[in-house]
Nanobody
């Protein structure tokens, strides 16, 4: 099975930056599609960013586009989320997720149901 471990969260002030990391391990290859999701109190879990197996295709949600950047290093088996110009609305638990499935449609790539592997999350808190 694949295991995911997030790190890099913390408490920052508005305008600051953070870089989240998620290392994957297990009986797998590097054919994992990876995503970052977040969930704030009282809200549904939402997609933040998704990156394809080779890193050639990326998706960023409208709320973070231009501020966040997803990337991956398959040699290190790590996916990153660089978060710049953070604001209090970014406060949430951030989860990384992975799937080994072939997901051909764009909406399904962004859905939580598409991902069978999840990390435990890392808290990001942005003060005003």
């Amino acid at each position: 099975q694949v295991q995911l471990v997030e790190s890099g969260g913390g408490l920052v002030q508005a305008g600051d930056s953070l870089r989240l990391s998620c290392a994957w391990s297990g009986h797998s290859f590097n054919r994992l599609m990876l995503g970052w999701f977040r969930q704030a109190p009282g809200k549904e879990r939402e997609v933040v960013a998704v990156i394809s197996r080779n890193g050639g295709h990326k998706f960023h949600s409208d709320s973070v586009k231009g501020r966040f950047t997803i990337s991956r290093d398959n040699d290190r088996k790590t996916v990153y989320l660089q978060m710049n110009n953070l604001n209090p609305e970014d406060t949430a638990i951030y989860y990384c997720a992975a799937t080994s499935r072939s997901i051909l449609t764009r909406p399904l790539r962004l859905a939580t149901s598409a991902y069978e592997y999840w990390g435990q999350g890392t808290q990001v808190t942005v003060s005003s």
